[in-house]
């Protein structure tokens, strides 16, 4: 059997973290977590090694791009490849994302059914 992929998301929204997981799970070969801040992602990254982490850009406290910063400034979770999930898709502010070290953006509001083939794809790039 193949190794699942571990795939981690984080939102502040409890309801659009609800939908991903139900969405992602749906797939077979993914294996979820979710997680509701920063803070959280950053230790369920280094305790767990997810194989992608879907990463919303605007929360409270801590938001995507600091978050993936942290994970980037740690030698044990630099290596995850990152996307993140917003509403902030304007071709600027995507470039900006890939800048941050993002191997992509997924647009909010995302389509459930589609979820989990787009995180297929990213997780068959080859940088990813």
Same mark, same amino acid.
């Given at each position: 059997?193949?190794?699942?992929?571990?795939?981690?998301?984080?939102? $502040?929204?409890? $309801?659009?973290?609800e939908i991903a997981s139900m969405s992602l799970e749906l $797939?077979p070969q993914l294996d979820v977590r979710t997680c509701a801040?920063?803070? $959280?992602?950053?230790?369920?990254?280094?305790?767990?090694? %997810?194989?992608?982490?879907?990463? +919303?850009?605007?929360?409270?406290?801590?938001?995507? %791009?600091?978050?993936?910063?942290?994970?980037?400034?740690?030698?044990?979770?630099?290596?995850?490849?990152?996307?993140?999930?917003?509403?902030?898709?304007?071709?600027?502010?995507?470039?900006?994302?890939?800048?941050?070290?993002?191997?992509?953006?997924?647009?909010?509001?995302? +389509?459930?059914?589609?979820?989990?083939?787009?995180?297929?794809?990213y997780l068959q790039k080859p940088d990813a």
């Amino acid at each position: 059997m193949l190794k699942r992929a571990r795939i981690l998301y984080v939102d $502040d929204e409890p $309801d659009i973290r609800e939908i991903a997981s139900m969405s992602l799970e749906l $797939d077979p070969q993914l294996d979820v977590r979710t997680c509701a801040c920063g803070q $959280d992602a950053l230790e369920t990254a280094r305790e767990w090694q %997810p194989d992608l982490i879907l990463l +919303d850009a605007m929360m409270p406290e801590m938001d995507g %791009p600091q978050t993936l910063a942290a994970l980037k400034a740690k030698g044990d979770t630099s290596g995850i490849s990152v996307v993140f999930i917003t509403a902030r898709t304007q071709t600027s502010e995507v470039e900006h994302f890939i800048e941050l070290g993002a191997v992509g953006v997924i647009a909010k509001p995302f +389509d459930p059914m589609g979820l989990a083939g787009l995180v297929q794809q990213y997780l068959q790039k080859p940088d990813a």
